[in-house]
């Protein structure tokens, strides 16, 4: 994990951002493994979070595809959206670049800030929204994955503001914690892998914690390909603790029955209800003189479906809304944080 | 008079199969080795025939399987707005065969939608579907 210079402006701050988070297409080495590639947004704003999501990917062999994830989930805990792949004459995904045009949706990074427009097809959902980095960015070491290997860009704190319309219904809001994430690799859906992955962000944004926690498995989830927590305060990467200092432990299932699963003629195509989702996860890390601890509650789910590269089977993944409470001390510092959470995990069907 | 929307975008969604989506095709023509399908959709009645890995969409005649629905039921399921099990528990879809039989048209369908799903050039055949219909409803 790599940091930026803690001493950087919002000038220099917008250049690391555009130097570490442009789409990489064909410029990720490797020629056999399918090329994926996205640009993750989460907004968890009052009365409505999101989940917004571009995306690339190619086999060697066929032309890209590109589609947008627009997620939106109410404060009744209903979760709303959809997949839609667009042909690639309506996609713009310049290499080098962060910004992506997908249909009608458009994303942008001027003066330091995301703006971004993410609308469906039927103009059910439409969220206009202006992000504003309150982190440093950290880029990832290569993560393996079998086969392949993935790598990740983070911004883990943002500001947004902004109006999202539901229907009719209409929400604005400013001052809302948004996370965001550029994850771009050779690899395949359906591979001997499986993961969970959570970032919880504090409700109020003066508390200077925020924290990610991931673990990468084989399919059958009994060995760890990689597993860690990382911890910002105050913008600033502040911490990993890695594998061996890391216990993540869940218990309860979640069932899935009534959940979204997008797109939507995926229900048809793997009308499975089995979620394998706990209702809760506890983690505790322990290193040195450092010591978090806290548990991830779920609260609902929704499901995106993800047609396997190499055989006719589906991965799902599951991104549950949660609520996260973690506290302990960090590099000599007391760290607690309550506020919401985004689980998610990738489950491989067979 | 009968409707040929749905004849011509099976024939044609088929030919995509085969062509975009080879391992879906494949699963899908082992499915339905020598059970033609009698289907009637919008009225328009139709056999779907596999011999030896390759497909031909033939002129009405009976099959041991039939199955008979409507464009608006196809878009309610592809559009997840209807489950199989209710379209079929409301008869919005009606499946006629054997159980042995339908036991392999479920195989086939399968395979057919997990096709569609990595057919790039499925969506927007099925946006003309969709449009074609409106079309015809609207004259």
């Known amino acids: ?350 | 008079m009968p409707r040929r929307e749905f004849r011509d975008f099976l024939a044609r969604s088929l030919e995509l199969l085969a062509a975009e989506s080879p391992q879906a095709y494949a699963q899908l023509a082992r499915a339905l080795d020598a059970l033609p399908l009698a289907l009637e959709v919008d009225g328009a009645a139709m056999r779907l025939v596999f011999e030896q890995g390759h497909h031909a969409v033939c002129d009405a005649a009976p099959a041991p399987v039939l199955l008979r629905t409507s464009r608006p039921a196809i878009l309610d399921l592809v559009d997840g707005r209807v489950t199989l099990i209710a379209a079929l528990r409301t008869e919005r879809l009606w499946l006629q065969g054997k159980p042995k039989s339908l036991v392999r048209f479920d195989a086939a369908l399968r395979a057919y939608l997990a096709g569609a799903v990595r057919s790039p050039s499925f969506q927007p055949l099925l946006a003309d579907y969709r449009r074609r219909g409106r079309d015809a409803n609207a004259a």
């Not at chain 1, 982190?135 to 883990?156: D, E, Y």
């Not at chain 1, 902004?162 to 400013?174: K, M, P, T, Y």
């Not at chain 1, 105050?234 to 216990?247: D, K, M």
């Not at chain 1, 003629?265 to 506890?282: C, F, K, Y």
Request: charge should be neutral; aromatic fraction near 8%.
């Open chain 1, 1 to 350: 994990m790599r940091a930026a210079a803690p001493e950087l402006g919002t000038a220099a701050l917008a250049a690391l951002i555009e130097r570490g988070d442009h789409w990489r297409s064909g410029a990720v080495p490797g020629a056999g493994d399918p090329h994926h590639e996205w640009s993750h947004f989460v907004v968890f704003a009052p009365g409505v979070d999101l989940l917004i999501n571009f995306s690339r990917f190619a086999a060697s062999s066929e032309r890209p595809c590109s589609q947008l994830t627009l997620l939106a989930r109410t404060a009744d805990g209903r979760w709303r959206g959809d997949v839609e792949r667009h042909p690639e004459s309506d996609v713009r995904m310049p290499g080098g670049r962060v910004e992506a045009d997908v249909g009608p949706s458009q994303l942008r990074f001027r003066n330091g800030v995301y703006e971004l427009r993410a609308v469906l097809r039927d103009r059910e959902i439409e969220a206009r929204l202006r992000l504003r980095p309150q982190s440093r960015p950290a880029l990832t070491s290569s993560v393996s994955l079998r086969p392949g290997f993935a790598m990740w860009f983070a911004v883990p704190r943002l500001e947004a503001e902004g109006e999202v319309r539901i229907g009719s219904r209409r929400i604005a809001f400013r001052g809302a914690p948004a996370y965001h994430d550029r994850d771009w690799g050779r690899f395949h859906w359906g591979g001997d892998h499986a993961w969970e992955w959570a970032v919880a962000l504090p409700a109020d944004l003066a508390c200077p914690w925020s924290l990610v926690v991931q673990q990468i498995s084989d399919r059958a989830r009994h060995h760890f390909l990689s597993k860690g927590m990382l911890v910002w305060r105050n913008g600033l990467y502040w911490r990993t603790l890695h594998h061996r200092a890391l216990e993540i432990a869940a218990s309860g299932l979640r069932p899935a029955a009534g959940a979204l699963r997008v797109p939507r003629i995926m229900d048809l195509v793997s009308p499975g209800r089995a979620a394998d989702v706990p209702e809760r996860i506890d983690v505790v890390a322990h290193e040195g003189d450092d010591r978090v601890e806290g548990e991830i509650r779920v609260q609902d789910l929704v499901q995106i479906c993800v047609p396997n590269d190499r055989d006719l089977g589906t991965t799902v993944i599951s991104e549950a809304r949660a609520q996260a409470c973690f506290e302990g001390r960090v590099r000599g510092e007391r760290l607690q944080l309550e506020g919401p959470a985004i689980l998610e995990l990738n489950r491989a069907e067979a």
